[in-house]
């Protein structure tokens, strides 16, 4: 019997008081029991309690070899999984979260004009436009609209492809920049509750 066992880099279960191999890995058993390696115990938790908690590689080979010691056992993947326990589901509250995304659109949005007003102030963009204006043309304007106009909407659009986002429609299919930074804010985050709790481990043994 072969076991191939693929740790997940991380778990979300909701109110349970055993976490099982399947729960913390992909496991694919040839020539034997596959439902019986998939409910192998890997932790008891409290069920009430909310909670996070690691499970080694090695873990999970040593419990699976003590359950079959006649199979061959190969791991691949993380050599860690985080799991995360909550004790009830959580309620979505959808006018909750309609006051939180308009809450921090107002944020956003007042933020990132007075950062673009403040960098046309010190660059002194109506100048610059200005002096553009009377080189193309000869002739001095202290509103030059035909330079405003385009640059406005140049800036609009800029921003747009920059952020691969136009309403709630993306642009192509490529992540946008806050996916990226919210895909490398969770790993490190995962990674940073995963060596506090190695740490606590390691204290608590030793």
């Given at each position: ?8 880099k ?32 890997m ?8 909670g ?17 010691p ?18 009830k ?52 304007a202290?509103?030059p ?29 490529d ?5 990226v ?19 606590e ?6």
């Amino acid at each position: 019997m072969e076991i191939f066992i693929k740790p997940l880099k991380k778990a979300s279960l909701t109110h349970k008081s055993c976490v099982r191999l399947k729960d913390a890995a992909e496991v694919y058993v040839a020539g034997g029991d596959q439902a019986k390696v998939e409910n192998i115990t890997m932790l008891n938790i409290d069920a009430d309690r909310n909670g996070r908690y690691i499970i080694s590689a090695l873990d999970m080979v040593k419990k699976t070899a003590k359950l079959c010691p006649e199979a061959g056992i190969q791991c691949m993947g993380e050599t860690e999984t985080l799991i995360v326990h909550k004790a009830k589901k959580e309620k979505y509250n959808r006018i909750l979260d309609i006051i939180k995304t308009g809450f921090v659109c107002v944020v956003l949005f007042g933020g990132a004009m007075t950062a673009i007003m403040s960098f046309h102030s010190d660059a002194q963009m109506p100048a610059v436009f200005q002096n553009m204006y009377r080189i193309f043309f000869g002739i001095e304007a202290t509103k030059p609209y035909i330079i405003y106009i385009p640059y406005s909407i140049g800036l609009a659009v800029g921003i747009i492809v920059f952020f691969n986002h136009f309403g709630l429609k993306k642009i192509t299919e490529d992540p946008t920049p806050i996916e990226v930074e919210m895909t490398t804010y969770e790993k490190e985050s995962d990674e940073s509750v995963i060596d506090r709790l190695e740490k606590e481990k390691n204290n608590g043994s030793s």
